[in-house]
């Protein structure tokens, strides 16, 4: 199981910072990582971590803004979102893959998902 938190209002460039909390199991071998879905859009990707070697890939749209890191002794994954713009404005999701090696950008590759934590951002 995974739950999000973090979420909120922010100004146009503020910050904020994700968490993703894992229960239930270890995901400490598993890749993590980010997407988001906006109002009227589909699901895209965000970020990914690889669970070895902390390998990290970034959609274009979030490079430089976006950092995501993990503490495996914690089985908590994070998204330091800073800079952020009223089109970051969505429900934010994590999830796990167990293609643990590499990062993994589809979403159809991974295995669990959080409910979600809404972040809006006003301009």
């Known amino acids: 199981q995974l739950v999000e938190s973090g979420g909120g209002l922010v100004q146009a460039g503020g910050s904020l910072r994700l968490s993703c909390a894992a229960s239930g199991r270890t995901f400490r071998s598993y890749t993590m990582g980010w997407f988001r879905q906006g109002p009227g859009k589909e699901r895209e990707f965000v970020a990914t971590i690889s669970w070895s070697v902390g390998m990290t890939y970034y959609a274009d749209s979030v490079k430089g803004r976006f950092t995501i890191s993990r503490d495996n002794a914690k089985n908590t994954a994070y998204l330091q979102m800073n800079s952020l713009k009223p089109e970051d404005t969505a429900v934010y999701y994590c999830?796990?893959?167990?293609?643990?090696?590499?990062?993994?950008?589809?979403?159809?590759?991974?295995?669990?998902w959080g409910q979600g934590t809404q972040v809006t951002v006003s301009s």
């Open positions: 999830a796990a893959s167990r293609k643990g090696q590499s990062p993994v950008r589809d979403g159809g590759l991974y295995d669990y």
